[in-house]
């Protein structure tokens, strides 16, 4: 599979429905994913760790934190994904390439380019039926219109997006503390990026730190409880 093919699961949510502070130039030029989350990161295979029933992971970020409660019943194969990406550092220095006022905050490349290509490729099945729908601080994952396309990309609803329900779209989280600062996530782009995911995973941080200055990002998420 291309990386092309794999980054259309983000694009398309935007296709299906028509229907992301400044970085400082430390944080920016941090490419170089830490040894040892990048070492437990590389083969997405071995990370297939079942998550707890519920628990709760706090996204440390440019703009503030925010905390989200997961619940494996609503999408367990989403629960499970994510679980492992937080638990291994994967979204530690990632950029929030898409906030649409009023629609969604999207992300989930990858900033180093040799883990985005792995990743992007690597999908999840499909949950048997959405459970909890996208409604307003509601968090999921992309995907395209093929089954199984899940793989990292994830949005969070800033509004009651009920149509994404019946397309599959099935919510695994909620955000439960500082929606505020979803909320405040630069959004000036808009969807100028969305159709730059290739861009993205081939280029990584260094490329968005240049052409996207402007973008908030993760600094690190962590499971909490």
């Not at 400044?22 to 990370?47: G, R, Y």
């Not at 220095?93 to 985005?116: E, S, T």
């Not at 600062?181 to 990584?204: H, R, S």
């Amino acid at each position: 599979m291309t990386i092309a093919r794999a980054l259309m699961a983000g694009i398309a949510l935007a296709t299906m429905t028509c229907l992301t502070t400044v970085v400082t130039p430390q944080s920016a030029n941090a490419q170089t994913t830490d040894p040892k989350i990048k070492a437990a990161l590389k083969d997405p295979a071995t990370l297939k760790e079942k998550a707890p029933t519920k628990f709760q992971a706090k996204f440390e970020t440019s703009k503030g934190d925010f905390y989200v409660d997961v619940n494996r019943s609503w999408s367990p194969n989403g629960a499970d994904r994510f679980y492992n990406l937080v638990k291994n550092g994967f979204f530690n220095n990632i950029r929030f390439f898409r906030v649409v006022p009023g629609f969604v905050v999207q992300f989930g490349i990858h900033g180093d380019p040799d883990l985005a290509k792995k990743w992007l490729q690597s999908n999840i099945p499909d949950d048997e039926k959405v459970v909890k729908g996208n409604m307003r601080g509601f968090m999921t994952f992309a995907k395209s219109g093929a089954p199984n396309s899940r793989s990292t990309q994830i949005f969070i609803n800033l509004r009651d997006n009920e149509r994404l329900d019946s397309m599959g779209f099935s919510a695994f989280a909620q955000v439960t503390k500082g929606m505020d600062v979803v909320d405040k996530l630069y959004d000036g782009y808009g969807e100028q990026i969305t159709q730059l995911q290739v861009e993205i995973a081939q280029g990584g941080n260094a490329y968005l730190a240049k052409e996207w200055p402007k973008l908030d990002y993760i600094k690190q998420a962590t499971i909490v409880k």
